[in-house]
């Protein structure tokens, strides 16, 4: 902005954006008066609607007259999702295009309603004006319809609940209905089914399936005993058979016998003869020799006993064996009877496994029949209950308080979007502006330096002057905030410009009409006010402008000396402002840029010797060629620019043509600053008050030379 910038980022772009909206307040107002206003008529003028509401509940659990449960009973949702699903589904159902038909038919014939008649799609039509609002945490559902007439809007809210009810009563009977059909046939395909397992349950009855089974069972327990006994005996007679065979076999003959003494009484005798005679060798022997004719008789005896125990050894070993036969060959008769019974046994067990079958199949006929048949007796009798789980809780009743529009709602929404609106189309408004505005913008966006800012005169202050104190402002009001701004600017000039003899300045500005002359003449003045000597030249030969400010006549001036028909003493004129002198413009020339041009120019100005500060006012940069002419004859280029009017691009094609010169720009002096709208004030001052105490500035040049 215009000045130094003092305070952190967040509170420069905050006071940034605060001036912008005092800047633009204008646009905010109009804006947001235009919508309230908007509003209020639209209000006023606007249809009055009316709110009638209807409370219904809708119950997830079909109400049961009936001990059972109902065919057609609507599920008892336990999980949130479902619940919510079906809650979902029937706000859904009530703003079909079935129900709303239904009820729209409804009013137009039982109720004489002809609102829409004249409707192209009365559903949509009635649904526009249809809101259904849910109660949180509860089975309550309002059927709210809002519409210019209170009745109607009543009638239409109670007949679309009714409607509603009325449907899912009529769903819940269809449901019944098509139950009952479907239990019908049911029913006879499971009483064709019974009848066809009872009459095959029959046969298997019929031909003693169980008493041939328990017979069959107790002749295989029978032979299985007589088996397990006949194979017990055969193992125990083959086992002792093996057994005295091998003690035969490995020479145990006696011993043999012995085992068998008990079973043979021939044999008990033999074996004691043998005892004796081999006592009666074992006497013998202690008396004589093995070949002594008594124990040689003896040994014949013992051979002829032991030949008989042999015979009678195998004689019994032979029974025996022959008994181990018989037991073999009953073993395996019994074997082979068990295996037939046992063969038979299955046979009817896999008959028994069928009979189970069959017979299970009969009772879960029967017993499917039975419960079908229960169940429609019951789905008959609960089609003439037709019960409900939607129910009225209140019916809607006219309400002569309209809800829409309302003016006590829509002028303050009207207000907050005005503001908002208004607040955005400053911004906007600002963004699209080009112009000079702020100190940013000469410098950052132009590359220009800043000088200064020159308030815009007050009007009532204005017309209280006499003209020539107008155009020289300054001089009659000293003290004043333009003097000061520039005074302002006059301390910026002296800091850019090294210390020389004379100071030559060019004033331009970009585009005509900016205050390029007023700001030269009372810059010229105030500089001529610390003391200096000051000559203001009027080099816009066109369109000249000094003579006018300071009240005096334009016959002879810088054209005339230029093309030789004055001199320099006989043009330039003293002014009523001590130190000041004034070069006007003269005649206006054929060729004013081959003068401004000439040798001749840059002659005259070097001749001015006697002067601290040659001002040079000049055409605008936009308009002709002469500023860029005369900025090689001077030191300095001061640009003076109008706040919000002159064009960004303008100043910076102005900028670019005097570096092209290579003119020493000095900056630019931005005009007419309305501090009250800008909001730049604050800047302002901080500038010219920074030097304003500065009594070395301000102390004339002989002052300060003779210091």
Same mark, same amino acid.
């Given at each position: 902005?215009?000045?130094?910038?003092?305070?952190?980022?967040?509170?420069?772009?905050?006071?940034?954006?605060?001036?912008?909206?005092?800047?633009?307040?204008?646009?905010?107002?109009?804006?947001?008066?235009?919508?309230?206003?908007? /509003?209020?008529?639209?209000?006023?003028?606007?249809?009055?609607?009316?709110?009638?509401?209807?409370?219904?509940?809708?119950?997830?659990?079909?109400?049961?007259?009936?001990?059972?449960?109902?065919?057609?009973?609507?599920?008892?949702?336990?999980?949130?999702?479902?619940?919510?699903?079906?809650?979902?589904?029937?706000?859904?159902?009530?703003?079909?295009? /079935?129900?709303?038909?239904?009820?729209?038919?409804?009013?137009?014939?039982?109720?004489?309603?002809?609102?829409?008649?004249?409707?192209?799609?009365?559903?949509?039509?009635?649904?526009?004006?249809?809101?259904?609002?849910?109660?949180?945490?509860?089975?309550?559902?309002?059927?709210?319809?809002?519409?210019?007439?209170?009745?109607?809007?009543?009638?239409?809210?109670?007949?679309?609940?009714?409607?509603?009810?009325?449907?899912?009563?009529?769903?819940?009977?269809?449901?019944?209905?098509?139950?009952?059909?479907?239990?019908?046939?049911?029913?006879?395909?499971?009483?064709?089914?019974?009848?066809?397992?009872?009459?095959?349950?029959?046969?298997?009855?019929?031909?003693?399936?169980?008493?041939?089974?328990?017979?069959?069972?107790?002749?295989?327990?029978?032979?299985?005993? %007589?088996?397990?006994?006949?194979?017990?005996?055969?193992?125990?007679?083959?086992?002792?058979?093996?057994?005295?065979?091998?003690?035969?076999?490995?020479? %145990?003959?006696?011993?043999?016998?012995?085992?068998?003494?008990?079973?043979?009484?021939?044999?008990?005798?033999?074996?004691?003869?043998?005892?004796?005679?081999?006592?009666?060798?074992?006497?013998?022997?202690?008396?004589?020799?093995?070949?002594?004719?008594?124990?040689?008789?003896?040994?014949?005896?013992?051979?002829?006993?032991?030949?008989?125990?042999?015979?009678?050894?195998?004689?019994?070993?032979?029974?025996?064996?022959?008994?181990?036969?018989?037991?073999?060959?009953?073993?395996?008769?019994?074997?082979?009877?068990?295996?037939?019974? /046992?063969?038979?046994?299955?046979?009817?067990?896999?008959?028994?496994?069928?009979?189970?079958?069959?017979?299970?199949?009969?009772?879960?006929?029967?017993?499917?029949?039975?419960?079908?048949?229960?169940?429609?007796?019951?789905?008959?009798?609960?089609?003439?209950?037709?019960?409900?789980?939607?129910?009225?809780?209140?019916?809607?009743?006219?309400?002569?308080?309209?809800?829409?529009?309302?003016?006590?709602?829509?002028?303050?929404?009207?207000?907050?979007?005005?503001?908002?609106?208004?607040?955005?189309?400053?911004?906007?408004?600002?963004?699209?502006?080009?112009?000079?505005?702020?100190?940013?913008?000469?410098?950052?966006?132009?590359?220009?330096?800043?000088?200064?800012?020159?308030?815009?005169?007050?009007?009532?202050?204005?017309?209280?002057?006499?003209?020539?104190?107008?155009?020289?402002?300054?001089?009659?009001?000293?003290?004043?905030?333009?003097?000061?701004?520039?005074?302002?600017?006059?301390?910026?000039?002296?800091?850019?410009?090294?210390?020389?003899?004379?100071?030559?300045?060019?004033?331009?500005?970009?585009?005509?009409?900016?205050?390029?002359?007023?700001?030269?003449?009372?810059?010229?003045?105030?500089?001529?006010?610390?003391?200096?000597?000051?000559?203001?030249?009027?080099?816009?030969?066109?369109?000249?402008?000094?003579?006018?400010?300071?009240?005096?006549?334009?016959?002879?001036?810088?054209?005339?000396?230029?093309?030789?028909?004055?001199?320099?003493?006989?043009?330039?004129?003293?002014?009523?402002?001590?130190?000041?002198?004034?070069?006007?413009?003269?005649?206006?020339?054929?060729?004013?840029?081959?003068?401004?041009?000439?040798?001749?120019?840059?002659?005259?100005?070097?001749?001015?010797?006697?002067?601290?500060?040659?001002?040079?006012?000049?055409?605008?940069?936009?308009?002709?060629?002469?500023?860029?002419?005369?900025?090689?004859?001077?030191?300095?280029?001061?640009?003076?620019?109008?706040?919000?009017?002159?064009?960004?691009?303008?100043?910076?094609?102005?900028?670019?043509?005097?570096?092209?010169?290579?003119?020493?720009?000095?900056?630019?002096?931005?005009?007419?600053?309305?501090?009250?709208?800008?909001?730049?004030?604050?800047?302002?001052?901080?500038?010219?008050?920074?030097?304003?105490?500065?009594?070395?500035?301000?102390?004339?040049?002989?002052?300060?030379?003779?210091?």
């Amino acid at each position: 902005m215009f000045g130094t910038q003092t305070g952190g980022s967040g509170e420069f772009n905050l006071l940034h954006y605060w001036r912008i909206l005092r800047k633009r307040q204008l646009t905010v107002v109009i804006f947001t008066a235009i919508l309230v206003v908007t /509003t209020a008529v639209g209000t006023a003028l606007s249809t009055p609607y009316y709110a009638a509401r209807a409370t219904i509940e809708i119950s997830p659990d079909q109400p049961s007259v009936l001990d059972v449960e109902q065919v057609n009973e609507v599920v008892a949702y336990q999980g949130g999702s479902e619940r919510r699903a079906y809650y979902t589904t029937q706000y859904r159902v009530i703003q079909s295009r /079935t129900v709303v038909g239904e009820a729209v038919r409804r009013l137009r014939e039982e109720h004489g309603i002809t609102d829409f008649d004249e409707v192209e799609d009365p559903i949509a039509y009635f649904k526009r004006h249809l809101d259904v609002s849910p109660e949180m945490d509860t089975r309550l559902v309002h059927l709210i319809v809002e519409y210019p007439d209170p009745d109607h809007a009543a009638l239409f809210a109670n007949v679309l609940a009714q409607t509603y009810m009325d449907a899912n009563v009529e769903r819940s009977r269809k449901t019944t209905m098509d139950a009952l059909a479907w239990l019908s046939e049911q029913q006879e395909v499971y009483r064709q089914r019974r009848l066809s397992s009872s009459e095959e349950l029959k046969s298997y009855e019929y031909t003693s399936v169980l008493a041939a089974h328990q017979a069959k069972l107790k002749s295989q327990a029978r032979l299985e005993e %007589s088996w397990s006994e006949t194979r017990a005996e055969r193992v125990e007679v083959e086992a002792t058979w093996q057994r005295l065979a091998q003690q035969v076999r490995e020479g %145990s003959l006696l011993a043999v016998a012995t085992g068998l003494s008990s079973d043979s009484p021939v044999l008990t005798r033999l074996l004691e003869d043998h005892q004796d005679l081999q006592q009666e060798r074992t006497r013998l022997a202690g008396r004589y020799k093995t070949g002594h004719p008594d124990m040689q008789r003896v040994d014949q005896q013992l051979a002829g006993i032991e030949k008989q125990i042999r015979g009678q050894v195998d004689e019994i070993l032979a029974a025996r064996k022959g008994r181990l036969e018989i037991l073999v060959a009953g073993e395996a008769a019994l074997q082979r009877e068990l295996d037939e019974v /046992t063969a038979e046994v299955q046979q009817y067990e896999a008959k028994l496994i069928e009979y189970e079958l069959v017979k299970t199949e009969a009772d879960k006929n029967a017993d499917l029949f039975k419960s079908l048949d229960q169940r429609l007796s019951e789905v008959d009798l609960s089609k003439l209950l037709t019960p409900n789980n939607i129910w009225f809780v209140d019916q809607a009743v006219p309400v002569a308080e309209k809800v829409r529009p309302r003016m006590s709602t829509n002028l303050p929404i009207a207000l907050l979007v005005g503001l908002v609106g208004g607040v955005a189309l400053a911004f906007f408004s600002e963004f699209l502006d080009s112009t000079i505005k702020s100190r940013d913008d000469l410098e950052e966006l132009v590359g220009v330096s800043f000088l200064g800012a020159i308030p815009m005169l007050d009007p009532a202050e204005l017309s209280q002057l006499s003209e020539v104190d107008r155009h020289l402002y300054v001089n009659a009001r000293p003290r004043s905030t333009v003097a000061e701004a520039l005074r302002s600017v006059r301390t910026n000039i002296l800091f850019r410009l090294p210390d020389r003899p004379q100071r030559r300045l060019l004033i331009t500005s970009a585009a005509p009409r900016e205050g390029k002359s007023f700001v030269s003449s009372n810059l010229a003045t105030v500089i001529a006010m610390t003391g200096s000597r000051v000559l203001l030249i009027d080099a816009d030969l066109r369109r000249p402008s000094q003579h006018k400010l300071f009240q005096t006549d334009n016959e002879v001036g810088l054209s005339s000396v230029l093309l030789g028909e004055a001199t320099l003493s006989e043009a330039i004129r003293k002014s009523h402002v001590p130190g000041l002198d004034l070069l006007s413009s003269g005649p206006r020339p054929p060729n004013p840029a081959e003068l401004l041009g000439s040798d001749l120019m840059l002659r005259l100005l070097d001749g001015l010797k006697s002067y601290d500060f040659v001002m040079i006012d000049s055409p605008p940069i936009g308009a002709v060629a002469d500023p860029l002419i005369l900025a090689r004859s001077t030191h300095g280029v001061l640009m003076v620019v109008e706040s919000n009017k002159t064009d960004r691009d303008q100043v910076t094609q102005s900028r670019s043509r005097l570096a092209e010169m290579n003119a020493n720009i000095l900056g630019a002096i931005v005009n007419k600053l309305d501090v009250r709208k800008s909001g730049y004030g604050y800047y302002y001052y901080y500038d010219y008050n920074s030097v304003y105490h500065d009594t070395e500035v301000d102390r004339p040049d002989t002052e300060r030379n003779a210091g």
